[in-house]
């Protein structure tokens, strides 16, 4: 009778181990393939801390759905190669889920083939897939590259007398869209684009490429690209003696203030909502910030909080796909992103739909320039 008790005790422990719900014992796996190393490795690494913060925000409150959210990254050095080959390790090796990845927009063309195949979807930091079956794996954070291109046109047309720039670009995928953007749009703004130019995110001398647009007539350059190229084109401008404006892109503040070091308030920037925070009014928009802002602030301080940002804003909004649908499988959560309108992020209202896949659809950004280390809104 002894042996038979054991016996049927031990049987009933071993069957309320595997009735046990799967929420209750696994983890949800989201997967980073980020440049934390090479010319976009400022803006990644910002991307994965928000990414990582926003997880221990959630998993705080209990995980989502009954499960934890366990975040793996691996560096993809900026090259599309490294790309795949990081995609392939962290969906075959470690059983990554879904992608929250960052900007490098070549190397997450070059691995959305792999995500296609394995029916896995991606929320990015980059521009999108072009391929129709890649591109209903993937949407973005990010807002499109037309408006970080309008808000310069409209700064030089309303503030000041330029009518001739120049564009001064690197190869990547999203500065050629932006340059590209800029010779469609910019006689609509009464402004002739007089040279174009492209350099590599290595190049230690931007002179010749500069001297070409100023001969040229430009009174302004709009720059386009990560790193530290910025402050080689404005070192570059101040040794020339030419009397031009710089408007560069997004990027991290850190890579900012040396550059208005040297040109003052002949410099100036698009600038996300997150960064001129204490410039927003009231809002929505505001209020969803400082929910980001404050665990951000605790645990890295002054560090410009853009990118993270955007990386919060990718993992909430997949934290939102997955209660939406009810589901953690990659299908459903794809189809759940697509039904996702309304979500007020840091950036701006994601508005999401099988034909858009680019959330952000309303222009957030504003121009900038640093006065005595300190940013001011320009327009």
Partial sequence: MTFRTLAAATLLAASTILAAPASAQETYKVGISAGLTGYAATVDRAWRDGVELAAETVNARGGVMGRKIQVIVEDNRSEPQEAVTVYRKMLSSDGAQVFVSGCVSAGNFAAAGLLVRAKVPMMLCSILPQQDAQ????FSTLPPAGFEVEKRLEYLRDKTQIRKVGVLHDPTPYANLQKSVAEKIAAKYGI???GIEQYKQDDADLSVQISKMRSAGAGAILKIGLGGSTLTAAKNIKQLGADMLLLTSLEDIAVFKPVAEVLGD?????????QVYDAIPESPLKAEIGKFLGPWKAKYGDRDPNWASRGWDGLMLTVAAI????????????????????????TGIYNFSPEVHQGITENPFLIATIVDGKIKVVQ
């Fill in 266 to 274: 002949k410099f100036l920037f698009v600038a996300a909502p997150s």
């Fill in 135 to 138: 591109l209903k794996w993937a």
């Fill in 192 to 194: 002739e684009v007089v």
């Fill in 323 to 346: 209660e939406k649908g009810k589901s953690f499988e990659g299908e459903a959560v794809r189809n759940a992103y697509e039904g996702i309108t309304g979500f007020q992020g840091t």
